[in-house]
């Protein structure tokens, strides 16, 4: 009886306390900290919701472990007068089942939600509005707009002079431009050596392996500018391999590409510029001539 009540006093302020800091969180706080907006693409609220109940989830097994884990230290705890060893139990078949089903079933509901996010963010879109294709070098990027037969190409960020915090000069660092609401389809591909390709309010990023093509399927929801990185380590200056990508009305992208047809850069940056010549697939200088 005194047991049981000591549990529920203990019970009440830790509630009282869950319910003000649930109570106060903020937007930010709701969407696990994560660097981006609901809504910004068609997949960034899946990601959102799969990260965020994968939290609760293990807030909650937390929350239950370390209460089971207090409760078993204040109610078996060595009483004064007492001495020797308490009662050894050898197993317990309804714990040892519980503590054993428990796991398993979390781990299973996590890959079952992941795969079925997965599925849905890796679907191949059949007739994309947009086509990019997008090459990783050490240590920038050059996208080739295939539809548009358009291309960009872009050289590592370069540290700005004038300002002796080690800024970058923004105009240097390349720019992707998508227009919002298109089923964009990007491929991407490697100069090199390994890259990824990562736009971080995307949530997503994607390796770049070089001879072989990978695919991001992607439709930009919400207009505005968004950083962009490698985000695997290639070499020394790995860090300023920074993008950024611009997603726009489609007259803005039809003028940024008409702009890059007026400035010559009409038609496509190819695999002739990459370093390996003598991956599978790829023939040498020699015998291209």
Not at 29 to 48: A, C, F, R, S, Y
Not at 74 to 86: A, E, F, I, N, S
Request: net charge negative.
């Amino acid at each position: 009886m005194r047991s049981n009540r000591r549990l529920r006093w203990a019970a009440i302020p830790i509630a009282a306390l869950l319910s003000v800091v649930l109570a106060g969180c903020t937007q930010e706080q709701l969407q696990g900290w994560l660097p981006t907006e609901p809504g910004t693409t068609n997949n960034v609220d899946k990601v959102i919701g799969l990260w965020v109940t994968s939290w609760i989830v293990l807030l909650v097994v937390g929350i239950i472990t370390w209460a089971l884990t207090i409760w078993a230290i204040v109610v078996y705890r060595r009483r004064k007068g007492q001495t020797g060893l308490p009662v050894q139990l050898r197993y317990n078949m309804p714990i040892e089942i519980f503590y054993t089903v428990v796991p398993l079933i979390l781990v299973l509901g996590f890959f079952a939600f992941t795969a079925r996010d997965q599925s849905e963010i890796e679907a191949k879109y059949d007739n994309p509005d947009v086509t990019i294709q997008a090459f990783g070098k050490q240590w920038a990027w050059d996208f080739n707009y295939v539809d548009e037969n358009a291309y960009s190409a872009g050289i590592q960020g370069q540290d700005n002079p004038d300002d002796a915090n080690g800024s970058l000069v923004e105009s240097e660092i390349p720019v992707l431009y998508l227009p919002v609401g298109a089923k964009v389809e990007i491929q991407l591909e490697s100069r090199d050596v390994i890259h990824s390709f990562w736009v971080i309010d995307f949530l997503y990023k994607k390796d770049m392996i070089p001879g072989k093509t990978n695919y991001m399927y992607v439709t930009p929801e919400r207009e505005g500018t968004y950083s962009g990185k490698c985000a695997e380590l290639c070499g020394e200056y790995h860090s300023l391999m920074l993008f950024t990508v611009k997603v726009v009305s489609q007259q803005e992208y039809d003028d940024y590409i008409q702009s890059l047809k007026d400035a010559g850069q009409e038609g496509q940056l190819g695999h002739e510029y990459d370093r390996n010549q003598n991956l599978p697939g790829i023939g040498t200088p020699a015998e291209e001539e």
